[in-house]
């Protein structure tokens, strides 16, 4: 079992920056890749961004220049970094772990909105 928590959502205007965390317990060297997704009111959740074991990083077009993902192995911990964010960035955040054995687990979700 892999636990996440996730923090560091809030309110920004637009143009401004957050930064999320999601912080990973229980059978954390079984994980490997970690993710951030997102879902907005009506819509279907997608993912953002990507980071495997050995740091390989993949990002979805709409976030590429502005999101950046990275991970602190010493904290157990993934980032996901907002920079330029827009009111269309606004969603509840979650971050997704799976195992080598294909097992998904995920966080509750943290609130970004982002006002114009």
């Known amino acids: 079992q892999v636990q996440l928590v996730e923090s560091g959502g809030g309110l920004v205007q637009a143009g401004g920056s957050l930064r999320l965390s999601c912080a990973a317990s229980g059978s954390i060297f079984a994980i490997n890749v970690m993710a951030w997704h997102r879902q907005a009111p009506g819509k279907q959740r997608e993912v953002l961004a990507s980071?495997?074991?050995?740091?390989?990083?993949n990002y979805v077009n709409s976030v590429k220049g502005r999101f950046t993902i990275s991970r602190d192995d010493a904290k157990n911990t993934v980032y996901l970094q907002m920079n330029s964010l827009k009111p269309e960035d606004t969603a509840l955040y979650y971050c997704y772990a799976r195992t080598h054995n294909f097992a998904g687990y995920w966080g509750q979700g943290t609130q970004v909105t982002v006002s114009s």
């Open positions: 980071i495997t074991t050995d740091g390989s990083t």
